[in-house]
């Protein structure tokens, strides 16, 4: 089955630098790479996906890269600020006939420091 | 309009004892979703139902662990013969379609404490 690894477990950079995560994944045939984000006591909520037809996605101060080749992919926040402490969990699907499930890594604990 | 709901928020055991845990999907969603997730650690797959095909039950670490869902809707986790290492926190989403890359709504977990 598809096995995720998500780098670094806790990463702490100053406000207004830029952090990055890292993942890679085994199953070659997965085709789409979600991020979510869980604040401290609440629920996981997706921030950003790629599909596997696209190198690279952003949105606002976030983006996410992917490179099918190598089998991973990177989530990019640029200019941090106090409100993206949070833990971060990248994912990627198993696509079986319509149905999928998602294999997530076992997380980042961000803290943006002011 | 609601999200996903999961009961009860908290609950503690005893050691031996069994438990159920809740979750109602959003309404009209068709794929459904049960996560472990321990402390300081990742989001652990469980089981996942999607409409009326035979779930996938291959996260499910022992047979202790079962899980069903009624009418499409309304599942349960169900945990026999509690141990401690079954504390957690467990997580329900649900997410409309299939195949097509829909994201996951999760609900608030139940945080299962056994002592």
């Known amino acids: 089955g598809e096995n995720v690894e998500q780098h670094p477990s806790t990463l702490s950079v100053q406000e207004g630098d830029s952090a990055v995560i890292k993942c890679t994944y085994s199953?070659?045939?997965?085709?789409?790479f979600p991020w979510y984000k869980q604040e401290l006591g609440k629920r996981p909520q997706l921030i950003i996906d790629?599909?596997?037809?696209?190198g690279e996605k952003k949105d606002q101060r976030i983006a996410v890269t992917l490179n099918k080749t190598a089998k991973h992919f990177s989530l990019h926040i640029t200019e941090t600020q106090p409100e993206d402490s949070a833990v971060y969990f990248c994912?990627?699907?198993?696509?079986?006939?319509?149905?999928?499930?998602?294999?997530f890594g076992t997380g980042t604990r961000l803290t943006i420091i002011p | 309009g609601a999200g996903v709901s999961q009961s009860p928020s908290n609950k503690v055991t005893e050691k031996g004892k069994d438990v159920e845990l809740r979750c109602d999907p959003i309404?009209?969603?068709?794929?459904l979703y049960w996560y472990r997730q321990s402390l300081g650690q990742g989001l652990e797959f469980l089981i996942y139902?999607?409409?009326?095909?035979?779930?996938?039950k291959s996260g499910l670490p022992s047979d202790r662990f079962s899980a069903e869902r009624t009418g499409g809707s309304v599942s349960t986790l169900t945990i026999q013969r509690t141990q401690q290492e079954d504390s957690a926190v467990y997580l329900c989403?649900?997410?409309?379609?299939?195949?097509?890359?829909?994201?996951?709504?999760f609900g608030n977990g139940t945080r299962l404490t056994v002592t």
């Open positions: 994912a990627a699907n198993t696509p079986n006939f319509g149905n999928e499930k998602l294999t």
């Open positions: 139902f999607q409409g009326n095909s035979a779930p996938d």
């Open positions: 309404s009209g969603h068709t794929a």
């Open positions: 199953d070659s045939a997965s085709n789409y």
């Open positions: 790629i599909r596997s037809n696209v």
């Open positions: 989403a649900s997410s409309p379609l299939t195949g097509v890359h829909s994201p996951l709504h």
